[in-house]
T-cell receptor
Framework: ETGVTQTPRHLVMGMTNKKSLKCEQH?????MYWYKQSAKKPLELMFV???????ENNSVPSRFSPECPNSSHLFLHLHTLQPEDSALYLC?????????????FGPGTRLTVL | AQRVTQPEKLLSVFKGAPVELKCNYS??????LFWYVQYSRQRLQLLLR??SRESIKGFTADLNKGETSFHLKKPFAQEEDSAMYYC????????????FGKGTLLTVNP
């Protein structure tokens, strides 16, 4: 598959569960991003990784834990989430993190926390 | 604080009519502005960027620093333009940190 893929596409979890979201990009990019899209709120940047190094943490609660083992894969580990964390989580990638670099988005994971 | 405002949540026009999607930003420096689009059942994708100064699918956007606006315009809307449009801003620096507006859902009626 080409582009940016995300799994699972839908996830329902309880507040005590631990789950992980996976993102994979097949574009040869060096930068990857996690965004959160909540209802009635703008798309919010959560984390930025550039060459596997985290370069941005946008004041995200510690119950969200990102992991970037290589430039092609990005994970978001979830534990003890709250119902207000229910949202669409989007992954994106770009060649690098410069202004000229277009971000390519995945289809998203729709997360519901019960 | 950096902010992107899209005042219209919904916009409906008829095919062939001109369309303008409004975007205003708040930033004291010189930002880079973008428009992203999401068609039904498709993923979010870049439509155009200020620095390229190009027209994509008939759409153009001009950065007006005096009015801090970056409105998206098309003289003759088509039904296939129906989509969710997001204005985004990069305030510069070493990280590509985009600040998005809430989006405007454009519906082009036949």
């Amino acid at each position: 598959e080409t582009g940016v893929t995300q799994t699972p596409r839908h996830l329902v979890m309880g507040m005590t569960n631990k789950k992980s979201l996976k993102c994979e990009q097949h574009l040869g990019h060096n930068a990857m991003y996690w965004y959160k899209q909540s209802a009635k709120k703008p798309l919010e940047l959560m984390f930025v990784y550039n060459f596997k190094e985290q370069t941005e943490n946008n004041s995200v609660p510690s119950r969200f834990s990102p992991e970037c083992p290589n430039s092609s894969h990005l994970f978001l580990h979830l534990h003890t989430l709250q119902p207000e964390d229910s949202a669409l989580y989007l992954c994106a990638s770009s060649q690098e993190t410069g202004i000229d670099n277009e971000q390519f988005f995945g289809p998203g994971t729709r997360l519901t926390v019960l | 604080a950096q902010r992107v405002t899209q005042p219209e949540k919904l916009l409906s026009v008829f095919k062939g009519a001109p369309v303008e999607l409004k975007c205003n930003y708040s930033y004291s420096g010189s930002p880079e502005l973008f428009w992203y689009v999401q068609y039904s059942r498709q993923r979010l994708q870049l439509l155009l960027r200020h620095i390229s100064r190009e027209s994509i699918k008939g759409f153009t956007a001009d950065l007006n620093k005096g009015e801090t606006s970056f409105h998206l315009k098309k003289p003759f809307a088509q039904e296939e333009d129906s989509a969710m449009y997001y204005c985004a801003m990069n305030s510069g620096g070493s990280n590509y940190k985009l600040t998005f507006g809430k989006g405007t859902l454009l519906t082009v009626n036949p």
